[in-house]
């Protein structure tokens, strides 16, 4: 396409308008809030349960009136509408990119390729229902008659980060009489871990891969399938006659597979029953509303599961519906944009106060850095601008007393989006209960002390010695996104994910990048099969770099000094 048609986007004048923008410089956020009362006020928008204060953001009415210039002369808007209606946005896999038809109403009618995708989305999540509900009231039984008492997910990426966070996040709504493991990692010991305390005759295995040829996964399922086979031979003689077909009866009870292969999931050995399907156009870090989720669906019960899709589509229908100055993905991404691109910022910081959402921001970065870790166009030409930021963070307070540091005082401009909220969950009472106010003390502390900082004259005043005057003073002025609801529901996580995915979709829109593609993880893949056999038979593979051969012979020589 001719520059003239597309034009690059560091020359588009909403760019260089904004790049001007900067230059000129911004006042300090003391400055900005004193100049302006109604700012906290102005600066904050409702997103269903969710209220986001960016007040506290490096910006004037004048870049945020650019930022949205900047997002309908990059087609965001188009873009947002050509993905709900299941066009192939996905240019490189030429896939539609419909994780939103996932949350859609029963009555919806979204086409891919001329098919409309929302009944099969219905029967999917029906058919989790009946299992969830099977293994929730002890219906189904194992192979020896034990109810099953042991969920183990085994996947990895997205098929482990959405399901293992969620859980995470809505243990106070789980069955608390079921145990739940993930596992990821090739690592034997985390399969070992996960399944050293377990009685296998309870035990349910869940494998969950989209192309169900993740290397991994699948080396994880052979071995849980071994040791659950193992162990009915070894204690149940009289099941040994099922032994000689490979176990297949005893199989059908403790694995289930979720996946868009069934051929490979048949070739598994996993009854085409006990597989719940997904699709090609729903992305793998997209995918934990999908079958995906089965696992949480066991932990939290249908209907839960069914609220927390309700809140995916709350912001759904905020995104596709709200205006561009009350569109909160819109303005997360505009606002990432305006940091990454014209403050050089390198990294995005995530910092949740809930102890629930310990694994909140590693979703996050599978999210955001696979989608959005990309040097080049759409179409294929390389980029002349910076992409997708370094995501990070973990809960508040712990990070308060480890790396907060560097935010207040390093050199480097860290934005970030603190997350809370006003009530705790569930279960906490009395004195735990009562400690959310000192949780949440912090978290507002935090954001006040990041934006307004402390002027040398304040230290000085304190009868601070001069000769730390300067240590003890904050300059402030670093940005921060406040996102608070009333209590973290399934469907307030609903929302937040949502308000991410689509915070995502925005950057990745006006960057002009396929946010939907992974091409970056399959060199690394194809190099780990390439040099296995020199680590287990110390193979001579040729074309190996000089520094990995010998840190393979380093290795081996390692390997069979322990071993003898
Ligand atoms: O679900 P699977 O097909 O097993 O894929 C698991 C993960 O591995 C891949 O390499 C991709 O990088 C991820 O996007 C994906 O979620």
């Known amino acids: ?54 007040s506290k953001h490096l910006i004037t009415d004048e870049t945020l009136a650019l930022l949205q210039e900047l997002a309908t002369a990059t087609g965001v808007f188009a873009l947002r509408d050509a993905m709900f209606r299941g066009e192939k946005i996905n240019v490189t896999e030429r896939r539609a990119v419909l994780h939103t038809a996932l949350r859609a109403p029963r009555d919806a009618v979204i086409e891919v390729d001329g098919e409309n995708v929302v009944p099969k989305v219905h029967a999917v999540l029906d058919k989790m229902a009946g299992f969830a509900d099977r293994i929730r009231s002890g219906e189904w039984l194992g192979h020896t008659g034990k109810r099953i008492r042991n969920v183990v997910n085994i996947g990895i990426g997205g098929s482990d980060l959405g399901p293992a966070m969620a859980y995470e996040v809505l243990r106070p709504y789980t069955a ?23 009685d296998p005759a309870e035990t349910l295995f869940i494998v969950a891969s989209k192309t169900f040829t993740t290397i991994e996964t699948i080396t994880n399922a052979t071995s849980a399938r071994s040791w659950l ?42 009854d085409p029953d006990n597989m719940f399907e997904f699709w090609d156009w729903v992305g793998g870090r997209y995918s934990y509303d999908s079958a995906i989720g089965l696992s949480l669906m066991i932990a939290i019960g249908p209907g839960r599961f069914r609220e927390m899709l309700d809140g995916f589509r709350l912001m759904d229908d905020h995104f596709r519906t709200a205006p561009a100055e009350a569109n909160a993905p819109l303005l997360l991404g505009l606002l990432g944009i305006w940091y990454g691109n014209f403050y050089d910022a390198q990294s995005h910081a995530v910092l949740p106060y809930s102890h629930y959402l310990s694994k909140f921001t590693a979703y996050l970065q ?28 973990t809960p508040g307070t712990n990070g308060q007393h480890a790396y907060y540091q560097l ?34 003390a912090n978290f507002f502390a935090q954001t006040q002390a990041l934006a307004f900082g402390k002027t040398a004259e304040e230290v000085r005043a304190e009868g601070v010695p001069e000769e730390q005057v300067a240590h003890r003073t904050f300059r402030g002025d670093h940005p921060t996104t406040t996102i608070l609801a009333g209590e973290l529901t399934p469907s307030v996580l609903g929302q937040l994910i949502a ?23 399959e060199l690394g893949k194809v190099l780990a099969k390439r040099v296995e056999p020199a680590l287990t038979q110390g193979a001579d593979v040729p074309g190996l770099d000089p520094s990995t051969t010998a840190l393979v012979a380093a290795y081996r020589t390692l390997k069979n000094a322990q071993e003898n």
């Open 366 to 393: 599978q999210l955001d850095m696979e989608s959005n870790g990309k040097s080049v166009q759409r179409g294929g030409e390389p980029v002349e601008w910076q992409t997708g930021p370094v995501v990070w963070g």
């Open 176 to 198: 608390r009489e079921l145990t739940f493991r993930f596992v990821s990692n090739v690592d034997g010991a985390d399969l070992h871990e996960a399944t050293r305390d377990l």
């Open 1 to 54: 396409m001719a520059e003239s048609e597309f034009p690059k986007l560091t020359h588009r004048p909403q760019w260089t308008a904004l790049a001007d923008h900067r230059a000129e410089g911004q006042p300090h956020l003391r400055e900005l809030f004193a100049a302006d009362p109604g700012r906290a006020q102005r600066y904050a928008v409702r997103a269903g349960d969710l209220y986001l204060d960016y």
């Open 499 to 521: 308000l991410y995915e689509h915070k995502v979709f925005v950057q990745g829109a006006v960057w002009n990048i396929d946010s939907f593609d992974q091409w970056g993880v």
């Open 229 to 270: 086979l193992k162990a009915f031979d070894d204690g149940g003689t009289s099941h040994s006659s099922e032994f000689e077909n490979g176990g297949e009866k005893a199989v059908a009870k403790h694995f289930v597979a979720l996946s868009t292969n069934g051929e490979k999931v048949t070739g598994f050995g996993i």
């Open 407 to 440: 935010i207040h005082q390093g050199t480097r401009l860290i934005p970030a989006d603190f997350i809370g909220f006003a009530r705790p969950v569930g279960e906490l009472s009395g004195e735990l209960k009562a400690q959310h106010d000192l949780l949440m």
